[in-house]
């Protein structure tokens, strides 16, 4: 019997049980339907698999139930994270968006096949959109027998899921989008071992990763050190993925911290990054700041240069802080930690999900009225602040204070630092609450036509022609600039793992990762 994954700890729901009987759950999580008839909307639903059955759920209420048996099989995007579930003569068809996928598919076909003792049809398309596949609802009551695909395309699921799921399908949505890019950089190194640094000391410690100033033949580099055990856990292996893959990928653009190559150890992830020794704006900005409007406009320059550079390449950046931007030796930004960034389609689309720091967040992201690029040019406001007041703007003594004030409080300033009127037009129409109101639609070039800028050669900031007022001091060891709790704190055993026991369950999943 296939494993059980309840994602959303449906198992312990009473309204899930109550919808449900007392059939048994094999799998849940959060997924995207496209809407039959308007395919460029996405539904947000739980999806939930038993035994008897699949559920299409908006919340914990049921919207659909599809018996196992009343599957006919499954077409998967090979460009792209959709897939369509396939109706019997009596079922018409789903079109849904997941990184999931193949997981669902491997369910479905073990229960399908031990209630049918048959296989689901399976097909791949060498096309991101699936809908011209699709057999509504009204086209089914019409034609019982219509299916809108070729059998001599049909393949074996058997193959599919034994290999898993390697037949060049992408596992994050949309990264079709950087596919040359991240194929042309990739740097894997499958001989590597830590055995070939030195580890100097603990420069960062993050929610996913640890990062180590080490040693390596001669030159100082950062390793960012993941557990593998820990991401399986919180499902986090799609998404430092992705990390990987922008890591990978421009590798000439200077703003951005690029992978030097990477590899594998029987219980972590070790990303090779350059070393920044300036440090993190954010230790930077305790030191020496508040900043001045001058120096403030220098550092939101290199930030919206970057931002926009991102939105360029179809990436939402959504953790813009001072701790993500560190200063390279000639004390400009370089930005790091891709973990909550998403690929978009187009720049109006939509995402539900919280995430990010949360002085930083958004209020659409807040509200879950869904964000888009317009959520980063917020978080830009809200860094400009906080260079020239030394805090953000919104910050209260919980988390709920917090959100509720950049929900709905007004910007107040203090009296004690004097900026123009200027600048608090410049940070006013960053942090306008209304999405279509707010400056940066136009990017760049929107960003830096502001009078904020009126003193600043941005076309020699962006090609980093000029020396900037402050430079972090550097000493011997490169450490001066890193939190000492850190750098006096113990190395860890680099093989240890969060739970060895799980290691064997959830190795498979990294092969992404060896390539």
């Given at each position: 019997m296939v494993e059980r994954i309840d994602n959303l700890n449906f198992e312990n729901e009473e309204e899930i049980k109550q919808e449900i009987g007392d059939e048994t759950i094999y799998f849940s999580d959060k997924i995207q339907k496209i809407r039959n008839g308007l395919f460029n909307k996405h539904q947000d639903r739980n999806f939930l698999i038993t035994d008897k059955a699949i559920y299409n759920l908006k919340g914990k209420k049921v919207k659909r139930r599809i018996e196992i048996e009343k599957i006919k099989g499954i077409t998967i995007s090979k460009i792209s994270d959709q897939f369509i579930l396939h109706g019997n003569s009596e079922e018409y068809d789903y079109l849904f968006i997941s990184t999931k996928r193949f997981q669902i598919i491997k369910v479905l076909q073990t229960l399908f096949n031990e209630i049918t003792n048959k296989d689901l049809i399976f097909t791949i398309k060498n096309e991101k959109e699936l809908k011209k596949y699709i057999v509504g609802k009204d086209e089914r009551k019409k034609q019982a027998t219509l299916f809108k695909l070729d059998p001599k395309d049909f393949m074996s699921v058997r193959e599919y899921i034994e290999s898993n799921g390697s037949m060049s399908i992408n596992t994050h949505p949309n990264t079709y989008k950087l596919e040359s890019e991240f194929l042309r950089n990739k740097k894997y190194k499958g001989d590597e071992s830590l055995d070939n640094f030195e580890i100097i000391c603990l420069i960062g410690k993050g929610n996913t990763s640890n990062?180590?100033?080490?040693?390596?033949?001669?030159?100082?580099?950062?390793?960012?050190?993941?557990?593998?055990?820990?991401?399986y856990q919180n499902n986090l292996i799609d998404k430092i993925l992705l990390e990987k893959n922008i890591l990978c990928s421009f590798q000439e653009e200077k703003f951005l911290c690029h992978m030097k190559f990477y590899f594998t150890t029987d219980t972590k992830i070790v990303f090779v990054l350059p070393f920044y020794p300036g440090g993190d704006l954010f230790n930077f900005l305790q030191n020496h700041g508040p900043f001045d409007e001058e120096t403030t406009a220098f550092y939101i320059t290199q930030v919206a240069y970057i931002i926009s550079f991102l939105h360029s390449k179809n990436i939402l950046y959504r953790d813009v802080k001072p701790e993500n931007f560190l200063i390279d030796e000639n004390g400009y930004l370089v930005l790091i930690d891709f973990g909550s960034c998403k690929i978009f389609e187009e720049k109006c689309e939509l995402s539900s999900s919280f995430c990010g720091s949360i002085d930083y967040v958004s209020p659409e992201m807040i509200s879950g009225e869904g964000h888009n690029l317009m959520t980063d040019w917020w978080s830009v406001g809200i860094l400009?602040?906080?260079?020239?007041?030394?805090?953000?703007?919104?910050?209260?003594?919980?988390?709920?204070?917090?959100?509720?004030?950049?929900?709905?409080?007004?910007?107040?300033?203090?009296?004690?630092?004097?900026?123009?009127?200027?600048?608090?037009?410049?940070?006013?129409?960053?942090?306008?609450?209304?999405?279509?109101?707010?400056?940066?639609?136009?990017?760049?070039?929107?960003?830096?036509?502001?009078?904020?800028?009126?003193?600043?050669?941005?076309?020699?900031?962006?090609?980093?022609?000029?020396?900037?007022?402050?430079m972090p001091e550097i000493n011997e060891d490169y450490t001066n600039n890193f939190d000492k709790m850190f750098i006096n704190s113990n190395i860890e055993d680099f093989e240890q793992s969060s739970d060895p026991s799980l290691f064997d369950d959830c190795a498979h999943l990294f092969k992404e990762f060896e390539k």
């Amino acid at each position: 019997m296939v494993e059980r994954i309840d994602n959303l700890n449906f198992e312990n729901e009473e309204e899930i049980k109550q919808e449900i009987g007392d059939e048994t759950i094999y799998f849940s999580d959060k997924i995207q339907k496209i809407r039959n008839g308007l395919f460029n909307k996405h539904q947000d639903r739980n999806f939930l698999i038993t035994d008897k059955a699949i559920y299409n759920l908006k919340g914990k209420k049921v919207k659909r139930r599809i018996e196992i048996e009343k599957i006919k099989g499954i077409t998967i995007s090979k460009i792209s994270d959709q897939f369509i579930l396939h109706g019997n003569s009596e079922e018409y068809d789903y079109l849904f968006i997941s990184t999931k996928r193949f997981q669902i598919i491997k369910v479905l076909q073990t229960l399908f096949n031990e209630i049918t003792n048959k296989d689901l049809i399976f097909t791949i398309k060498n096309e991101k959109e699936l809908k011209k596949y699709i057999v509504g609802k009204d086209e089914r009551k019409k034609q019982a027998t219509l299916f809108k695909l070729d059998p001599k395309d049909f393949m074996s699921v058997r193959e599919y899921i034994e290999s898993n799921g390697s037949m060049s399908i992408n596992t994050h949505p949309n990264t079709y989008k950087l596919e040359s890019e991240f194929l042309r950089n990739k740097k894997y190194k499958g001989d590597e071992s830590l055995d070939n640094f030195e580890i100097i000391c603990l420069i960062g410690k993050g929610n996913t990763s640890n990062v180590y100033l080490a040693n390596y033949s001669g030159q100082n580099v950062a390793l960012k050190v993941f557990d593998k055990v820990f991401l399986y856990q919180n499902n986090l292996i799609d998404k430092i993925l992705l990390e990987k893959n922008i890591l990978c990928s421009f590798q000439e653009e200077k703003f951005l911290c690029h992978m030097k190559f990477y590899f594998t150890t029987d219980t972590k992830i070790v990303f090779v990054l350059p070393f920044y020794p300036g440090g993190d704006l954010f230790n930077f900005l305790q030191n020496h700041g508040p900043f001045d409007e001058e120096t403030t406009a220098f550092y939101i320059t290199q930030v919206a240069y970057i931002i926009s550079f991102l939105h360029s390449k179809n990436i939402l950046y959504r953790d813009v802080k001072p701790e993500n931007f560190l200063i390279d030796e000639n004390g400009y930004l370089v930005l790091i930690d891709f973990g909550s960034c998403k690929i978009f389609e187009e720049k109006c689309e939509l995402s539900s999900s919280f995430c990010g720091s949360i002085d930083y967040v958004s209020p659409e992201m807040i509200s879950g009225e869904g964000h888009n690029l317009m959520t980063d040019w917020w978080s830009v406001g809200i860094l400009t602040y906080e260079l020239l007041f030394g805090v953000p703007p919104f910050h209260g003594s919980s988390t709920e204070r917090t959100l509720d004030l950049i929900s709905n409080s007004i910007i107040s300033y203090d009296s004690k630092i004097h900026i123009t009127s200027v600048t608090k037009d410049f940070i006013t129409k960053l942090l306008n609450k209304k999405i279509k109101e707010r400056i940066g639609q136009g990017g760049f070039q929107e960003i830096t036509k502001h009078h904020f800028f009126q003193g600043c050669s941005y076309n020699n900031i962006v090609n980093q022609k000029i020396t900037p007022n402050a430079m972090p001091e550097i000493n011997e060891d490169y450490t001066n600039n890193f939190d000492k709790m850190f750098i006096n704190s113990n190395i860890e055993d680099f093989e240890q793992s969060s739970d060895p026991s799980l290691f064997d369950d959830c190795a498979h999943l990294f092969k992404e990762f060896e390539k």
